[in-house]
């Protein structure tokens, strides 16, 4: 019985993923921006929508056995409510607008946020609507006329690598509640999701003469170039604190070596022989040595990345370790 | 076991289906709710709407974080408590004023124990539940105005609840439950034309339904028609044709009683068919006209004294008067002829006779000596007759509406003894005498009078016109009605109930006021009661026989349902393409994003100094291009363009800057340079 039952589950779902699949078959990903038109809104009666249309049957019933002309009316005046909410419900969505916003690496086990602008260029405000990502919590907002309002979603970055969102569902039952509306949006966008940083307890091997760790942290050695935006992973030491305070914007100051220390990070050199482990612990290597200021190289099967400093070069070596080894499908 | 949960806690629920907080969505639901059953009080024991008043109370409070919850023991409990209170008022929980308390009840105990969106939106279907049944009591305007108003906050209430958990503004709410009910009414009227109607009822109705329902009963004993004296609620109108009969005339006949048990008038035992006579008829003493009647629990049809036709779904007794198939529950409209003063059953056979001269054993001695003493001074009967009318005119009987009791032989002890009474009183006595001299006579009930209304051009006839006279069975003239209140109070007859009386005792309210507020309050009683006259005959009273008479009206002969049909859906179908292509039109979706139109005019403005964007340029390289070619122009080019480009790559909407774009784009004219 169980299993017949569960068999049946997995047959719904199997035949309503087909059906989805078969009705969004001309659909193609969206760049970064799209916008609601009707062929791409689909309605259904909600759950409370046939629980009104069967309180409506009972009440023209009753109407019909006491002739009871006011209460024909006030049937016929809700049921009349009922289908007109099927055109709200469905204008609901019309013609937003939404803007897919770039989102910003992070690392796995963090919670990534995919940013959407929603515009409505109507002169009717918009609520109740619900943004959702498969098998995540919606999250609701509203836009109001001739506005726009950025949404946010919030997606947990289970494992390195490339983290979509898939098929998104703009969802809505305002006015009445008793038809939902729906969209979906189909974005072809991903965001790289770095290993998650093990702490490792042997200073990175370099490869002889220079490694001289404890030189760079000196900061008499090194000159201040000037401040870029912050990044996650930067050393809150180096926080601009003042532009923060001036501007709510967080930013790093950057700082050039003067002496040249240089350190290779090695895959070989590490005490884990398992793939993921490793690239976690690289991971916390560059992130230490970029924050120690180290002039560092990266060395891995088939990558090797030449010893360099800087912002730039960090995310060089970190969008090296997310995406490696990673199946075809699956790369960015 | 707990009695109380605290407030409920929205973040157990998922998102979809937890209530609006901000916006107060329940406290307005639970308002509309109130409203909607703040009538009831009229029709139910006040404790019913107190109590869930007093339970959807409780839930605002807990909403606003006053009050606990109530635990699901204490709900039941609750519930338990409000059908066993139920059971003791009613003794069921069937029938229509039991089963309206119980769905206030439990409205109101659904309220409290509502959690979340589901809950919620059961409430306001139970709301708009709670709104039809209040039609079960009245259908009067004032309350179809007040419906109205509940319907409408319940809708907002509504919309409220799936607005979202930002504050709607109030007035979007109102405004848009107002927007959304007035575009379903022509649906609405549609449907309400042409919907087939059945004539109901579907099943039986319980016997609550009809009370408090008035008009004549099957019967008549005295003191019967007293009550309805009392009432001024209208009990039919008459619209006619052509003209309007004179007040004597204006006789509506009822139920006809033929046999008397010293007390009690009751129908014949075979109340037959009207047989069709040959009458010489002229064709201008005929009356034609159509009765609003309303509902009365009876089955008999009022028509004026004497129909000549018989509506649909009604027959014609043998004593000429109309019985509907079914008991008039509703409003009902139907049309009659009828020709005053025709001769009815010119022969009259032998058993009907002996019927009509029926007494029962015993009763009324001094009376029927009175009666004798008549039939040996007088041959013929019409003598009799007058000898009759003669002596209540000249003997001193009064005409009252509060006669003493009759408690023993009530015709004896009216015709010698009291001397006081009304138009039964006199009609019962009359027909005991006529039948005591050896002349068939049978008592008839109705109505008697009406007042004209001008403003609708149609006579009013309230209960209190209720009335009873005779017919007594003269040789060659058939059945000839005489109305001995007539002989007594002959103003009753040409000015009704007030100008007979000689003091104001035991009149009813409504017309001792009429004397002090004079003709202004003349004119609006006029004006209200034509209102409620089209109001009953075009709303309340249309069902399938005024439906025909419509799609008649309108040329479209007689359509039988499914011809109803096709022109039910043709009809919505229109009306849908008009509304798609409206909707259509105001939601047509702009050519381009607001910040493409303005880059779109930047270039077109650039177009006129020659300078034309290819399709694969960027909008940097264009700039740069711009620049190249206009130095004059490279400036506010580049600036609008840097902007442009901010914005429409940037992570962030920003309004200002959208604004700033605009300024920039005014910027952008050759700069006068100093030569």
């Known amino acids: 019985m169980k299993t017949a039952t569960a068999w049946l589950g997995r047959t719904h779902q199997g035949l309503r993923e087909r059906a989805i699949r078969w009705i969004t078959r001309g659909q193609r990903p969206e760049g970064r921006q799209l916008t609601l038109d009707r062929r791409c809104i689909y309605i259904l009666p909600t759950r409370q929508g046939y629980t009104f249309a069967l309180v409506l049957v009972v009440m023209l019933l009753g109407a019909i056995n006491y002739s009871n002309s006011m209460a024909f009316m006030l049937t016929f005046l809700l049921a009349a409510l009922g289908a007109n909410s099927m055109w709200h419900t469905h204008r609901n969505l019309l013609g937003l607008r939404i803007t897919r916003q770039p989102a910003t690496p992070v690392f796995a086990g963090q919670t990534a946020q995919f940013t959407y602008t929603v515009d409505n260029p109507s002169r009717v405000s918009r609520r109740g609507l619900l943004l959702e990502a498969p098998e995540q919590s919606p999250t609701e907002f509203s836009v109001g006329a001739r506005e726009n309002t950025p949404v946010t979603l919030n997606l947990r970055a289970r494992r390195r690598g490339v983290l979509r969102p898939g098929r998104l569902r703009l969802h809505t039952r305002y006015p009445l509640g008793l038809f939902r509306a729906w969209s979906w949006l189909n974005f072809d966008e991903s965001v790289l999701i770095y290993p998650q940083p093990i702490p490792v307890e042997q200073t990175p091997s370099g490869d002889g003469e220079d490694t001289e760790p404890q030189a760079t942290r000196n900061r008499a050695g090194e000159e201040f170039t000037g401040v870029r935006a912050y990044a996650p992973g930067d050393s809150p030491r180096r926080l601009d604190w003042k532009a923060l305070a001036r501007t709510g914007d967080m930013y790093t100051k950057e700082f050039h070596e003067l002496q040249g220390g240089q350190t290779w990070l090695d895959w070989e050199h590490l005490p884990a022989a398992d793939v993921e482990t490793r690239l976690s612990m690289l991971c916390h290597l560059v992130l230490e040595a970029h924050g120690k200021k180290l002039r560092f190289g990266l060395r891995m099967p088939g990558v090797e990345i030449e010893p360099a400093t800087g912002e730039r070069h960090r995310q060089r070596c970190l969008e090296q370790l997310a995406c490696f080894a990673l199946p075809a499908g699956e790369s960015p | ?675």
């Open chain 2, 1 to 675: 076991m707990r009695l109380f949960t605290p407030a409920p806690a929205m973040g157990a629920l998922p998102r979809e289906e937890r209530l609006p907080q901000r916006s107060n969505a329940l406290p307005w639901l639970i308002f509309a709710l109130c409203f909607a059953m703040l009538p009831h009080l009229f029709n139910q024991p006040p404790w019913v709407v107190a109590m869930a008043a007093l339970a959807m109370g409780w839930r605002a409070l807990a909403h606003w974080g006053r009050m606990p919850m109530p635990g699901r023991w204490l709900l039941v409990l609750l519930t338990l408590v409000a059908t066993g209170l139920v059971v003791t008022q009613y003794g069921t929980l069937f029938g229509r004023d039991a089963g309206v308390a119980l769905l206030i009840l439990m409205t109101g105990l659904k309220l409290l124990e509502t959690r979340g969106f589901r809950d919620a939106m059961l409430g306001v279907f139970l709301g708009y539940f709670v709104v039809i049944t209040n039609f079960f009591y009245s259908q009067e305007i004032p309350l179809a105005l007040y419906m109205v108003a509940a319907v409408f906050a319940t809708t907002a209430a509504l919309v409220r609840l799936n607005a979202g958990d930002g504050a709607q503004p109030w007035r979007e709410s109102l405004s848009l439950a107002g927007l959304m009910l007035a575009q379903a009414l022509p649906l609405m009227i549609i449907l309400f034309l042409l919907f087939p109607r059945l004539p109901g009822p579907l099943w039986g109705m319980p016997q609550d339904e009809s009370a408090g329902i008035t008009g004549l009963s099957d019967s008549m004993s005295p003191g019967s028609i007293s009550e309805l004296l009392q009432s001024d609620a209208p009990a039919f109108r008459v619209s006619f044709a052509g003209d309007i009969p004179d007040q004597n005339l204006r006789y509506w006949r009822g139920p006809v009683f033929w046999e008397y048990d010293g007390r009690t008038w009751r129908f014949g035992r075979d109340r037959g068919e009207a047989t069709p006579q040959p009458v010489t008829i002229d064709e201008d003493d005929i009356f034609t006209y159509t009765v609003n009647l309303e509902p009365h629990d009876g089955r008999w049809l009022l028509a004026l004294d004497i129909p000549l036709t018989t509506p649909q779904d009604a027959r014609m007794t043998a004593d000429h008067d109309l019985v509907s198939r079914r008991p008039v529950r509703s409003l009902i409209q139907y049309s009659v002829s009828s020709l005053p003063n025709m001769p009815l059953e010119p022969v009259l056979s032998d058993h009907r006779r002996s019927a009509a001269l029926a007494l029962p054993d015993g009763t009324a001695p001094r009376a029927r000596a009175l009666a004798r003493s008549w039939r040996e001074a007088h041959e013929d009967d019409g003598a009799v007759v007058g000898a009759a009318l003669s002596h209540f005119n000249q003997e001193p009987f009064f005409y009252t509406l509060s006669p003493p009791s009759l408690p023993r032989d009530p015709v004896d002890q009216f015709l010698f003894e009291s001397r006081a009474g009304f138009c039964e009183h006199y009609a019962s006595a009359f027909v005991v005498l006529m039948r005591a001299a050896g002349i068939p006579a049978r008592v008839v009930t109705g109505y008697q009078g009406g007042e004209y209304n001008r403003m609708g051009d149609y006579l009013l006839i309230r209960q209190s016109d209720a009335h009873a006279w005779a017919e007594v069975w003269l040789e060659d003239r058939g059945w000839v009605r005489v109305d001995p209140t007539a002989a007594v109070a002959p103003d009753r007859i040409e000015q009704g109930v007030r100008a007979a009386l000689s003091d104001d005792a035991g009149l009813p309210d409504y017309m001792l006021r009429s004397l002090d507020w004079g003709a202004i309050r003349l004119q609006f009683e006029l004006w209200r009661d034509s209102l409620d006259y089209y109001w009953s005959g075009w709303v309340l009273a249309f069902g399938p026989e005024r439906q025909a008479e419509l799609l008649e009206r309108l040329g479209l002969g007689r359509l039988d349902w499914r011809g109803m049909i096709t022109l039910m859906v043709v009809l919505i179908g229109l009306v849908v393409l008009v509304f798609a292509a409206i909707f259509l039109w105001r939601n047509r979706l702009p050519v381009a994003d607001p910040l493409s139109l303005v880059y779109r005019r930047f270039c077109r403005r650039l177009g006129r100094w020659g300078l034309t964007r290819s399709a694969h340029e960027p909008p940097m390289a264009f700039a740069q291009r711009v620049g190249r070619e206009r130095p004059d122009l490279a400036e506010p080019v580049m600036a609008f363009t840097q902007e442009y480009v901010a914005l429409r790559y940037g992570s962030r909407p920003d309004p200002e800057r959208f604004r700033r774009l605009r300024r920039l784009l005014r910027e952008v004219r050759p700069r006068r340079t100093l030569q």
